[in-house]
T-cell receptor, first 118, second 109 residues
Framework: GAVVSQHPSWVICKSGTSVKIECRSL??????MFWYRQFPKQSLMLMAT?????????EQGVEKDKFLINHASLTLSTLTVTSAHPEDSSFYIC??????????????FGPGTRLTVL | RKEVEQDPGPFNVPEGATVAFNCTYS??????FFWYRQDCRKEPKLLMS???SGNEDGRFTAQLNRASQYISLLIRDSKLSDSATYLC??????????FGTGTKLQVIP
């Protein structure tokens, strides 16, 4: 149980285009989803926290107009990187948190999306 | 002071050794604590939650010391497959989650 999927697993795009990343909790209802970014050899950096049906809460320094987050259902959240630039190239990881039969409060991570902006 | 601090390592230990990591946190109101492991270029995976009474899962033991504001992870009889980065995660109010920068473990044959 507690499986989180992410799609796509990798994407290469041209500068200026927008990229949408989906995060799904497959076997539990995720009341909260988190979006992280990880640059090579660095720690995970939380970008935003979203609760189903509410606006996301962004961390300081993360532009909410550039990184659009939608958490429309208890199993799906999307992150759209708008007008992507090479400096947005990174490993984007989502995680989901919710009450399952065996877990409470833990986060389960998706496999990540590697974004390369040319 | 960082909210969550870990020694980045690397810790290079021989197979079969016992190794321990500590993680300190600054917010005394923190509510939940976890250890995750992350393999190179992969997502973090939950290793274990950390309970006030301490908990053990096979070769892994986690402990929480609220008075001194740290959590620890002990790995006994290290295996080659234990080589990874171990992330300390602290969760506070309003679902705020903070990751440590991770401690790299390399188990050597």
């Amino acid at each position: 149980g507690a499986v989180v999927s992410q799609h796509p697993s990798w994407v290469i795009c041209k500068s200026g285009t927008s990229v949408k990343i989906e995060c799904r909790s497959l076997d539990f209802q995720a009341t909260t989803m988190f979006w992280y970014r990880q640059f090579p050899k660095q720690s995970l950096m939380l970008m935003a926290t979203s609760n189903e049906g509410s606006k996301a809460t962004y961390e300081q320094g993360v532009e909410k107009d550039k990184f659009l987050i939608n958490h429309a259902s208890l199993t799906l959240s999307t992150l759209t990187v708008t007008s992507a630039h090479p400096e947005d190239s990174s490993f984007y990881i989502c995680s989901a948190s919710g009450e399952t039969q065996y877990h409470y409060n833990e986060q389960f991570f998706g496999p990540g999306t590697r974004l390369t902006v040319l | 002071r960082k909210e969550v601090e870990q020694d980045p390592g690397p810790f290079n230990v021989p197979e079969g050794a016992t190794v321990a990591f500590n993680c300190t946190y600054s917010n005394s109101a923190s509510q939940s604590f976890f250890w995750y492991r992350q393999d190179c270029r992969k997502e973090p995976k939950l290793l274990m939650s950390v309970y006030s009474s301490g908990n053990e899962d096979g070769r892994f033991t986690a402990q929480l010391n609220r008075a001194s504001q740290y959590i620890s992870l002990l790995i006994r009889d290290s295996k080659l497959s234990d080589s990874a980065t171990y992330l300390c995660v602290v969760r506070g109010g309003y679902q705020k989650v903070t990751f440590g920068t991770g401690t790299k473990l390399q188990v050597i044959p």
